[in-house]
């Protein structure tokens, strides 16, 4: 059975969102824009760019799947990693939640933009 923990550091994002969103801010400021909110908008920047096919990787999916792939791959992984698989072990439990948390932010976040 592989290491419960090397599959929670492997799914965390947390730095590196927050340095996307630190760059799109740094972006905007230096060029006067406000940053969209249409999740449809076909012209997305650079970083959101980056963002997606980030999230796309963490459920092992290409950035081309449909919702469809979105949905199963979603369904495997909270299966693998939901908390209460680890009843046994506060620490782990904790963590899976975090990670459970992290993976609906993904979820949402990848069919809010989908076009499908």
């Known amino acids: ?10 799914l965390e994002i ?3 969102l927050q340095k996307l969103k630190q760059e799109l801010r740094n972006q ?8 969209t909110t249409s999740p ?10 980056k963002k997606i096919t980030r999230f ?7 950035p081309d799947a449909s919702t ?9 992984l909270v299966k693998r990693c939901h908390p209460d698989l680890f009843f ?12 459970l ?3 609906n932010e993904v979820y949402e976040e990848l069919c809010s933009n989908k076009d499908d």
């Open 56 to 62: 796309y990787a963490i459920l092992g999916l290409k």
């Open 68 to 76: 469809q792939d979105v949905k199963q791959a979603y369904r495997a």
């Open 101 to 103: 948390t992290k993976i």
């Open 88 to 99: 046994h072990n506060p620490q782990l439990r904790q963590k899976a939640q975090e990670v």
């Open 14 to 16: 947390d730095d590196e």
């Open 28 to 35: 905007n400021s230096q060029t006067g824009k406000t940053p």
């Open 1 to 10: 059975m592989e290491n419960m923990e090397d599959k929670f550091r492997a």
């Open 40 to 49: 449809r908008n076909r012209h997305t920047s650079p970083i959101k760019q």
